[in-house]
């Protein structure tokens, strides 16, 4: 059974993937025994794999989602340089931590163009490069606010509920896994969401504790996500274990979602 979750020398890349639950997710795939491309922005990536030294099993690399007229030349370059990868992660977002009157029109476009359209474009650059070779695993990052609306009364002042931003671009992620799921079904390429519930940085959880057991309180289990349970959720997407899976949603929330 253990082989059906390898990854011995399968090359994934992760878009966004130095951030709190990016690393966790790289981690194990890693552990796993895939090679892993770890895009971000800036120095971002460098720093992660030089933090966390892997050094060797994962190459850092830098790629501005907001740029929309660069992300061809990045997927085709990243192709040629290391083929058509076994699987794609998409992490990427962009909200801006303010109440809802102040969203600016093209702060709400910009969101877009990084949570959405960014991932469009590199879901099918890539699913297309998998289909010729008939056979992928493209993951995409939702959540659970792309599922469900925040419920204000659990965000006390200051604290800001979760952007409308943020939850639109992530219930156009899900409607987005299911065609590109659909699409390149015939091809054996699979695409599917994860919507991650209540995974607050530790720095959250340190700072705001009354907030934090608002968060308890609300999710049937009692607690909140821990980094390795989301990375889980991936190697199983990106496995043989998850072959007959494509168009779907798994919602990793701890019921928060159920109810």
């Known amino acids: 059974m253990n082989s059906l979750f390898a990854l011995e020398n399968r090359d994934i890349w992760v878009i966004g993937g ?12 890693v552990q796993h025994g895939a090679k892993v491309l770890c895009v971000d922005l800036g120095e971002r990536a460098a720093a992660m794999v030089a933090r966390e030294k892997l050094a060797g099993r994962v190459t850092p690399a830098s790629f501005e989602a907001a740029d929309g007229r660069a992300t061809g030349n990045f997927i085709e370059s990243c192709l040629k340089e290391r083929g058509t990868p076994a699987g794609l992660v998409i992490m990427t977002y962009k909200s801006f931590p303010k109440p809802m009157r102040q ?12 949570g ?35 419920d204000p009364g659990m965000y006390p002042p200051p604290i800001n509920p979760n952007p409308i931003e943020y939850g639109v671009v ?6 987005m896994a299911r065609y590109l799921g ?26 705001n504790p ?21 990375a889980g959720s991936v190697v199983f997407l990106l496995s043989d274990a998850s072959t007959y899976i494509t168009g779907h949603n798994l919602a990793v929330d701890g019921g928060w979602t159920a109810w």
Not at 217 to 230: D, F, N, W, Y
């Open 18 to 29: 130095a951030g709190y639950l990016g690393t966790a997710v790289i981690q194990l795939l």
């Open 103 to 114: 969203l600016l029109p093209e702060e709400f476009d910009e969101a877009n163009q990084v």
């Open 116 to 150: 959405l359209t960014s991932t469009f474009m590199l879901a099918r650059g890539v699913g297309e490069a998998m289909g010729e070779k008939k056979q992928g695993s493209i993951v995409i990052f939702s959540s659970m606010y792309g599922t469900v609306a925040p």
């Open 170 to 175: 992530k219930a156009g992620l899900q409607q």
């Open 182 to 207: 659909v699409h390149w079904a015939p091809q054996n390429v699979r695409c599917n969401s994860i919507s991650p519930g209540p995974f607050p940085f530790p720095s959250q959880q340190e700072t």
């Open 210 to 230: 009354e907030w934090m057991k608002k968060i308890q309180a609300r999710c049937p289990m009692g607690r909140v996500g821990q980094s390795k349970e989301i």
